[in-house]
């Protein structure tokens, strides 16, 4: 049985996650923001996919999901991204 000190807890925590994604979305965005003009079109899809990004995480914490499902998905998009950087620097390196 979970106590109300450990639900509180989880609470801080996950407030903070919460903190640090929308930092880190803030920081590219501002990294965009300062690197490209605004209407270039690879700044605009930067930006719509960011937009997306943060209603997707909004969503998911909205939501009742369960957590093992969320840990195995977001492992798989770890990987996902980790093998994508690992073939790009080989086609740089060809």
């Known amino acids: 049985m979970m106590t109300d000190t450990n ?3 989880d609470l801080d925590r996950a407030w903070e996650y919460y903190e640090k ?3 880190a979305l803030t920081g590219l ?3 965009l923001s ?3 003009d605004e209407n270039n ?3 605009q899809c930067a930006v719509d996919n960011l937009e997306n990004l943060k209603e ?3 969503d998911m914490l909205k939501k009742d999901y369960n957590p093992t499902e969320i840990k195995r998905k977001l492992r798989e998009l ?3 991204m980790k ?3 690992f073939f790009e620097k080989d086609k740089q390196q060809d």
């Open 41 to 43: 079109i690879f700044y």
């Open 34 to 36: 300062m690197s490209m």
């Open 78 to 80: 770890e990987f996902d």
């Open 21 to 23: 994604i929308r930092d």
């Open 29 to 31: 965005y501002d990294i």
């Open 56 to 58: 997707t995480i909004i």
């Open 83 to 85: 093998k994508s950087l």
């Open 7 to 9: 639900k509180e807890s």
